[in-house]
């Protein structure tokens, strides 16, 4: 390294570099920061490896300003983006921002935006301002600890780094570097700007490692496999990482196909084929795997070949159940699980007379909503065994207010019924017969009845009685064996009961978690369930697990969509379901999360609400201390210290 220094050219090279390092050099120098201090800014973003020191060493200058030269000219640390020029603006005063909030302001530079956020402790960060998800406001959301989360569907990062901590993002926040001085906060941003996009920024993964024998595969190419994938690249994996997927497109948003039925693949496509090549994994799809032995630890697919791993996941998800009833192999007899199966849905309905959905839930009512609304059929009717339609999960009360809702949108309901047969000529259906007899008459049926785990194919695990993978609370099904998603029956920490989770935040979460096991870190599957629906205008958050429960208590008014109901079992709150209530659901989950939620007798007695929840979670809620570089575990809100 010396003998190279010494050479002339090289060394005139970095010393002019060196010179012309002083705008930067008070971005990340002598300044007092909030949020993060300027060693610790520039270290996250180049590393300061111990070759720099030594090169600055050697020159003369500081560590501090060959880190921040190699800042300026170096193209993607820490996934962020990449511009050889940084410009340092002014944000706010200091006075301006009170402990615990956030602001999105801007930012002087083509229009663009950050977000602020000062935390309880006082130190300030800036972050990109939407998220990846849906591209929601994060300044609408709410801030806890040192995790933000988004408005709209849950999903939480971690202020200092940006990075995803929970679902339903799979993408970042971007971070940008402040600093305090006289009172007012700075940025400092790439002289473009911001990124304002909603599209996020992708963690830093590893590159593969032709020398590195292991192998990990993935079986199940949606979501959780995409995640999965993604993270063991993130936590360091170098080995061969193989994806699996039945269906021959790349990870799509699933979970849009019953309430889009137009959606295409370019509108729903999570990661395209380069992006995977670019990530070092290999995408097997239009692959089915007929076989996965848990003790010989091999992978056989339906063309014969096997793999063996190391390491491997299961994905594969659910199923839809086509309930059998005479007539339910007709052609126009649908489940939705699919692409496939979403565009069969508009051909067949696309202005349909009539539409029969079987099944009152989450997948039938939001057909019935996308059936109705988008595709404009004439009359949709609904068919379902509970009283009202929501029933088993939320109760009969949300349930006959959802109904009511749609009903004022010509949605038809047939509650308290069973289906007896399907009726048709020339391989279609024409006409339900109800269990009393009753017939109406159908252009198409589509079956939303719930799924089972697609684990037929797995061999020496234990299983539950449905079908479903018993997990410890890492994830691990065996020796080298994981399970994620729709298939994993794993302890809930919260109650401690084993439980399966059909939600794509969760099918997400447990991927991430299983992932991180797999790549060599410890880490168990802490995390609130949630799920969202949205129809005509109204969305119901759900945070929790609440298969049973003793009775429910309300805040608010359910028939004016407006409320929170909390689910209760042996006098505490397991679940909650809100409408209309900003930042209810993010908060109620951070309630569970933490251990804060009251209980019931606190709730019913008037001495608690959803008001001194959200207090006591923003003021009680620990600060981050976020794992260091290097640790083997990644500090309660993700692992910033890993500086990805």
Request: aromatic residues 6%.
């Amino acid at each position: 390294l010396t003998t190279m220094l010494l050479q002339r050219p090289l060394l005139s090279t970095v010393v002019r570099a060196a010179k012309h390092s002083q705008r930067v050099l008070r971005a990340f120098g002598s300044t007092s920061r909030h949020g993060g201090s300027s060693s610790f800014a520039a270290r996250r973003h180049v590393g300061m490896p111990t070759a720099s020191a030594a090169v600055a060493a050697m020159l003369g200058t500081s560590a501090m300003a060959f880190s921040a030269v190699s800042l300026a000219n170096s193209s993607q640390s820490n996934g962020q983006k990449d511009s050889s020029a940084r410009v340092e603006v002014k944000l706010c005063l200091v006075e301006e921002l009170e402990p615990g909030e956030m602001k999105e302001l801007p930012t002087g530079l083509n229009e663009s935006n950050v977000l602020l956020v000062r935390n309880n402790d006082g130190q300030f960060y800036a972050l990109s301002p939407k998220c990846p998800h849906f591209g929601a406001p994060m300044a609408k959301g709410a801030l806890v600890g040192n995790r933000v989360l988004c408005p709209w569907h849950n999903a939480s990062f971690n202020v200092v780094s940006g990075n995803v901590v929970d679902a339903p993002s799979i993408d970042s926040l971007t971070s940008y570097p402040v600093s305090v001085r006289d009172g007012i906060v700075y940025a400092t941003l790439p002289s473009e700007g911001a990124d304002n996009s909603s599209k996020g920024r992708k963690r830093r993964m590893v590159a593969r490692d032709p020398l590195d024998p292991r192998t990990c595969v993935i079986v199940g190419a949606g979501t959780a496999g995409l995640v999965a994938a993604e993270t063991l690249r993130q936590e360091g994996f170098t080995g061969r990482v193989v994806l699996i997927g039945k269906e021959s497109q790349e990870p799509y948003d699933r979970i849009i196909l019953s309430k889009n039925f137009s959606a295409t693949i370019d509108k729903l496509r999570l990661r395209s084929s380069q992006d995977l090549e670019d990530a070092g994994i290999e995408f097997l799809g239009g692959k089915e795997v007929t076989e996965i032995d848990g003790l010989m630890k091999s992978v056989r697919l339906s063309d014969g070949t096997s793999i063996k791993y190391d390491n491997a996941l299961i994905a594969s998800g659910g199923k839809p159940i086509k309930v059998p009833i005479p007539g339910a192999d007709m052609s126009n007899v649908f489940t939705i699980r699919t692409l496939a199966d979403s565009a069969g849905i508009k051909q067949a309905c696309d202005g349909a007379k009539s539409v029969v959905v079987v099944g009152s839930s989450f997948i039938g009512m939001e057909a019935a909503f996308a059936l109705k609304k988008a595709l404009k059929v004439d009359q949709v009717h609904v068919v379902g065994m509970e009283n009202q339609p929501f029933e088993r999960v939320l109760g009969e009360k949300i349930g006959s207010a959802m109904r009511s809702l749609h009903e004022k949108n010509g949605v038809s309901f047939h509650m308290g019924a069973s289906v007896k047969s399907f009726e048709g000529s020339d391989g279609k259906v024409s006409k339900v017969i109800l269990g009393d007899g009753q017939a109406i008459a159908t252009d198409a049926v589509v079956m939303g009845t719930g799924v089972v785990p697609v684990t037929g194919f797995v061999k020496n695990v234990n299983k539950a009685p449905d079908g479903s993978i018993l997990t410890d609370p890492f994830l691990r099904a065996g020796p080298g064996l994981y399970a994620a998603g729709d298939v994993a029956k794993f302890p809930y920490w919260l109650t401690g009961e084993h439980i399966r989770v059909e939600h794509w935040q969760m099918a997400q979460q447990s991927a991430r978690v299983a992932a991180k096991n797999m790549a060599g870190r410890s880490s168990t599957l802490q995390t609130t369930p949630y799920f969202w629906t949205a129809q005509w205008g109204k969305k119901i958050n759900y945070c929790g697990h609440a298969t049973n429960y003793d009775n429910i208590h309300f805040e608010g008014n359910v028939e004016d969509f407006k409320f929170l109901a909390y689910y209760l079992r042996n006098g505490a709150v397991v679940a909650v379901a809100s409408m209309g209530i900003p930042n209810a659901a993010p908060i109620t989950a951070e309630a569970l999360r933490l251990g804060m939620m009251p209980t019931g007798s606190e709730l019913k007695a008037g001495t608690a609400n959803f008001a001194s929840i959200s207090a006591s979670v923003k003021k009680a809620a620990p600060t981050c201390k976020s794992a260091a570089p290097g640790s083997k575990t990644g500090g309660c809100c993700g692992g910033a210290g890993a500086a990805n």
